[in-house]
Structures are given as C-alpha cells and as structure tokens.
C-alpha cells in the first residue's frame, strides 16, 4: 500500500447505534464512509477493536463485512471465523434471480448473483485489511500489508460501508493514499505530429430513422464534441457492377452484433455533405470488395477464388467519388486500400498504382490514400507492412500508415506491454503520417459499460498519440443501433433512445473518456512534447498556429496527485472526466491541478465547437 493517512474513524456494534431496519430486524446500523470513491483507489482499515465473538476473547462465530457498491453490483471483503473472502456480486439485471423466481423464493429483496467468490485462511484477527483498486482491471485484498487475493472485476464502485451480524465489533481508522506532487514540463519548440481529428462511422441506417428534433440534436452533438471525421462502409459486397446503389436500403449489411437489424454497411451522401460543412472529413475504404471485382485472396494457390482484379478495384473506388461529387459537391478527403483484409503482396502492389492513378485521371489527386489497415498492430506489421511494401512505387503513393488495434483490447490490464508492438509499427511505417482508423472493444470478456474499462480505453488513445503518433483517432462507432447492449457499451460512442425519437445518448463511459481528447484537440494543432517524471501520469499537448493550446492529463494510479503545470497554469478553461463526471467544468487549486485518481483533466484555450445557426440538417 501507499503512504497513507486518516479519512475518518469508524465504529460498528456496540460502538455504534444499533437499531430496528425494517425487513431486517433490530440491528446495529452499518457504518457509512463519507466519501465517494475514485475510479482507482486504495483504502485500509487499521483496527482498535475487532472482535466477531458476541465479546467472547477467542476469535470466532459471526461475520464483518466491508462492502463496495456500485450501479451493476458490489464487492464485498467478509470476515468470519478464521477466513477472509473475497467476493463479486452482479445486481443490475431481473436475469439473475432464480429461474422460477415465483416458485423459489430469491434470496434477496432485489436481483442479485454471485460473481466471483475467492478466500483464504487466517490464523489470527488481522490489525489491518485494504483493498486496491488499480489500472490494470483487477482489486486486491491486503490482510495486515501483505497481498492475499486478487480478482478481475469492472464493476464501478462508489461507495463503501462497514456492516455485519448483530454480536460483530469493530472500532478503528479507515486510511487513503496521501496526495502526491508533480511537474509537467512541456516543451512546444519540439513538435510531433499535426493533428486531422476524431471520429468514427455514424450508422445512418440508424440516423435516417431519427426524428427532427433528435437530429438535431445529433449534430448539435458531434459538433460540440468535434467528432467530424466520417468513415465509410459501402455496400461492399453488394455493389452492383453500374455502382449505382450505394445508398439503396435494400442491400445494407448487416453486422454480428447480435440480433441487430441492417444498420452497417451503407451511405448516406447527404450526411457526407453535412459533414464536410461543418469543415469534417468523409473516409472511404472497402471491407469485402464487390463480387464483380473479385474475392479476398491470401493465398495464391487457392484455386476456390478469384483474385481481385486491380482495374475492376480502381474503378469501384473511384465511382464512389464520382457519386459523392454528384451528390455533395466533393469526393471524400481519405481513401483506404481495404479495411482488415490485406490481398496477396502481388495483388497489393497492382492495386496502390492501380487506384492513384485512377483518382488523378478523375480529376480526384487530392484525395489522399492510406495504407490498408489490419485488424491488428502484430498483423500490420507482420503482413500489411512488407505487402505495402512489396513495390517501392506503390508505397510511395500511400500518403498515410493506418492500422486498427483490435489485439491491443486484449491486453488492457497491461497496456504498457502492449507499447513494443505499437512501436514496432511506426518504425516500419515513419516515413508516413499516421492514423488510427478504429479503436473499439471486442474481448467477450470486457463487455462492460463502467469506467474501468473506459478508463484503459483512455491509455490506448493516449499511447496512440504518443508513440504511433496518430494524427487522426477514431472509434469504431459514433452512432450505431443494437439490441443486446454490451455492443452498444463497447463498439459505439452513442446508441439511439428509441423512447425520444432515437436521440443519441451515451451508450457507457467511453463517451466521455474519448471527447477528454476530441473536444478541444482540433485539427491543425501541433502536439508537442510533454515530460511528467512520473509513469503513472500521462500527459498529451498541443498548440494550434495561433498559440492556442490544449493538454490532456490521465492520472492511472491509485494515488491522487497535485501537479504543478507551469506555465499552462493559466489555461482559462479545464474540464473534468471520471466515473461521476462526463466532461464537467473544473478548476485549478492554488494553480496546481488537482487529479484524483482514474480521471481525466482537459484543459484549453478553446471553446467547446457549436452548430452554426440555421444550419440546414439532412
């Protein structure tokens, strides 16, 4: 544990008020702790008295508990007679009462079910117990200093309490991790890269659905949380060979997320027009190409397909730009080789020359294209690196290096592991500005709304900036529609509120852990170097040409930290993001920047993006 010092003093028993709680009977009341929680933490309680014997001198016969709680479920520390246990309960779904619920009598008032349960012997009454709350995913319970049980959990937690059986005593001190100082060192003479921005595929599918009113209030949305770059998933494999039927709902595709309905592969031009108003971003790429330019082809053996046929690609990218002029005035400003799919080398080098020349005979050279982009930094570089590279001509048109990072998901409760890889792909790609296409959770085992998760997310978008050095980040989704909601919760920014017209809402705390960056990092900033002295802090800033800055600080551990920021102390506008708060206005105290641990602090020279007047909505 950290160096810690007194929150408050607690009592339990016969130390306390015991009273009668309906449906429980007479009772000493629990004691509550006058806090609520960080997203990350550390907490002890060092004990005066402790005896769970009804006043007996040996230690034995009922139970303690210290239990934290939060809005899907708690987590409970339960002592009894010669055991410490560890236990994970789930209470936010009428699912986890019994099958029969009306046949067998739930064991509780409300839904709840056991999640994970872990113990271990003691051989004496601990002096002390705590529990860490940490970055990686995982709680740990400390008996008496030393670490005794650990569990995956990523259930927020914000409260916590003392309670337990009638003849249980406790009296004694609950601790927390004083605060610790630092420094921010920025240096704006050393510049990294220059920034695009933010965003992700709005399902618009799900948009054309979308009352007026909740339009509107969809690009009030995105524009005051600047996440103006649209990508775009055609018809893909639907595309008739005239290329004429890219926004025909007839033949939109649908996705695995569930038992949503067609919500993903289509176009909306209008959109793309509004988009490009608001001075955004259209990106354009294939997943699975149309049929008739061919199949998805690794291995040049396999004699089952046909390979795609660089001339047939060409002309299917460069007519979607054809049909966006015609409907929007502009062509998309990015066009990707192929989403996650990468062809034989051979075929690669064919369809980068291919597909530059095709767009500068359209009058389309200003369009810029990226590399196509794996699923996975390993498989970027293993694969997508040396088949881009394959040719010199066709890498040197490729304008940008892209690539998704959906293995990086996989090691969320050690991220920092995850950096050799990452860095391993700039090396293999500096000669290129980079961007990160999709970011998106999609480990079965992290399909979770609450802050934990989020608040990993928030170091995968910090290491993109700052070691792929990503000019442009987006999510997967920004907009999508679903039924099981834990592909809500993860894959998309936002999910529709049916019960309002389909106005956007939230869809979990990656919403605001994303716009921590997107609201006030706009495009044409600078980032430049920042330096904390201090691993657990993780500090991004950025300055535009008129001087006009922004820096972003993640506070991972479990302390709370006070930072001295120099000269961006007189930063005139912080915003403030954790598990209670989306992107709130906060302030500096006595000119150091408070940051508890887990969260977020923004802080710039800008003001928040807003929809222009009578903007004409699609």
């Known amino acids: 544990m950290s160096e810690m010092k007194p929150i408050a003093n607690f009592a339990f028993g016969n130390e306390g008020e015991t009273a009668h709680i309906w449906g429980l009977g007479d009772r000493p009341l629990p004691w509550f702790a006058p806090e609520m929680l960080p997203a990350l933490f550390e907490r002890e309680l060092v004990f005066e008295q402790l005896d769970v014997a009804g006043g007996q001198p040996e230690w034995g016969g009922e139970k303690l508990g210290w239990n934290f709680t939060g809005p899907q479920g708690a987590l409970r520390v339960e002592l009894t007679p010669f055991r410490i246990a560890l236990q994970q309960c789930y209470h936010d779904s009428f699912g986890l009462y019994p099958a029969e619920p009306f046949h067998a009598a739930p064991a509780t008032k409300h839904p709840e079910r056991l999640f994970a349960s872990d113990g271990v012997a003691l051989f004496a009454p601990p002096g002390r117990i705590g529990l860490r709350r940490d970055r990686h995913l995982n709680v740990t319970l400390t008996v008496d200093g030393e670490n005794v049980l650990q569990q995956r959990c990523l259930l927020d937690l914000f409260r916590h309490q003392i309670a337990g059986s009638p003849e249980a005593n406790a009296r004694g001190q609950l601790l927390g991790p004083k605060v610790q100082c630092a420094r921010l060192t920025i240096d704006t003479a050393t510049r990294h890269q220059r920034m695009i921005g933010w965003g992700g595929i709005t399902g618009v599918a799900t948009y054309r659905q979308m009352t007026p009113e909740a339009r509107q209030a969809w690009w009030r949305l995105i524009t005051e949380n600047n996440l103006l770059i649209q990508r775009e998933y055609p018809t893909g494999q639907r595309l008739n060979e005239a290329a004429d039927n890219w926004e025909d709902p007839d033949v939109v595709m649908p996705h695995y997320y569930g038992d949503n309905h067609p919500n993903g592969e289509t176009t909306c031009f209008a959109y793309n027009e509004a988009i490009q108003r608001l001075g955004g971003q259209v990106w354009f790429e294939f997943w699975n190409m149309p049929r008739w330019v061919g199949e998805d082809l690794v291995d040049p053996d396999d004699t089952t397909r ?165 000019a442009a980040v987006c999510w997967c989704w920004t907009l999508l529609d679903v039924e099981q909601p834990s592909y809500g919760w993860t894959r998309s920014l936002c999910v529709p509120d049916w019960s309002d017209g389909g106005r956007a809402v939230p869809s979990s705390r990656l919403m605001r852990v994303f716009c921590a960056w997107a609201r006030y990092v706009r495009e044409g900033m600078c980032r430049v170097e920042v330096n904390t002295g201090d691993l657990d802090l993780l500090a991004t800033g950025f300055v535009d040409d008129q001087q006009r800055r922004t820096l972003v600080v993640i506070n991972r551990s479990t302390m709370p930290r006070r930072i001295d920021l120099g000269e961006w102390s007189n930063l005139p506008r912080w915003e403030r993001t954790d598990a209670n708060h989306a992107n709130v206005p906060a302030a500096l105290s006595d000119g150091h920047l408070p940051l508890p641990p887990g969260a977020i602090m923004t802080g710039t020279d800008l003001v928040p993006g807003r929809l222009p007047a009578n903007f004409d909505i699609p």
């Open 306 to 470: 046909t390979p795609v046929d660089p001339d047939a690609y060409a002309r299917a990218m460069v007519a979607y730009c054809h049909a966006s002029v015609r409907a929007t005035g502009s062509p998309p400003q990015m066009v990707g080789v192929q989403n996650e799919i990468c062809q034989h080398p051979d075929v690669v080098a064919r369809m980068i020359p291919a597909l530059r020349h095709a767009l500068d005979e359209a009058g389309f050279q200003a369009v810029r294209i990226h590399m196509g982009n794996a699923s996975t930094v390993a498989a970027g570089v293993r694969r997508f690196i040396p088949a881009h590279q394959r040719s010199d001509e066709a890498w040197a048109m490729i304008d940008y290096a892209a690539v998704n990072m959906y293995d990086g998901v996989r090691i969320y409760h050690d991220l920092d592991a995850f950096r050799p890889t990452i860095q391993s792909f700039r090396e293999g790609t500096a000669d290129k500005p980079m961007l990160s296409p999709e970011l998106s959770i999609n480990a079965e085992e992290l399909q979770h709304p609450g802050y934990a998760v989020a608040v990993a997310a928030a170091q995968l978008i910090h290491d993109n900036l700052t070691i792929a050095d990503a």
